[in-house]
Nanobody, 125 residues
Framework: QVQLVESGGGSVQAGGSLTLSCAASADTYNNKCVGWFRQAPGKEREGVAGLSGVGASFYAASVKGRFTISRDSAKNTVYLQMNSLKPEDTAMYYC???????????????????WGQGTQVTVSS
């Protein structure tokens, strides 16, 4: 069982940047598929970015070119660098992981077994 803890959320003005972190309790996390998701009030949870255990990354169209997912294996931590933030990026952000090396559902939440508690990101205009 992997436990995930997110941090780094906060409030920022449009155009600003934030970096979210997701620390895992086990180093077996390091070669597994991980993803970042978000959920705004009244909306379904949506995938934002994913990173396979072999380093392939992929992004939702709405964040491509602005967000970057990365991993520091020495720290059992995955990051989400968010630049050029927009008010529509406001949401609770969650990291998630799987028992698989490859992200078989890409940004589909059903493919992820372990979830963090979330960190709030608020972008004001």
């Amino acid at each position: 069982q992997v436990q995930l803890v997110e941090s780094g959320g906060g409030s920022v003005q449009a155009g600003g940047s934030l970096t979210l972190s997701c620390a895992a309790s086990a180093d077996t996390y390091n070669n597994k598929c991980v993803g970042w998701f978000r959920q705004a009030p009244g909306k379904e949870r949506e995938g934002v970015a994913g990173l396979s255990g072999v380093g392939a990354s992929f992004y939702a169209a709405s964040v491509k070119g602005r967000f970057t997912i990365s991993r520091d294996s020495a720290k059992n931590t995955v990051y989400l660098q968010m630049n050029s933030l927009k008010p529509e990026d406001t949401a609770m952000y969650y990291c998630a992981s799987t028992d698989r090396t490859f992200c078989v559902t890409f940004l589909g939440p059903s493919g992820y077994n372990y979830w963090g508690q979330g960190t709030q990101v608020t972008v004001s205009s």
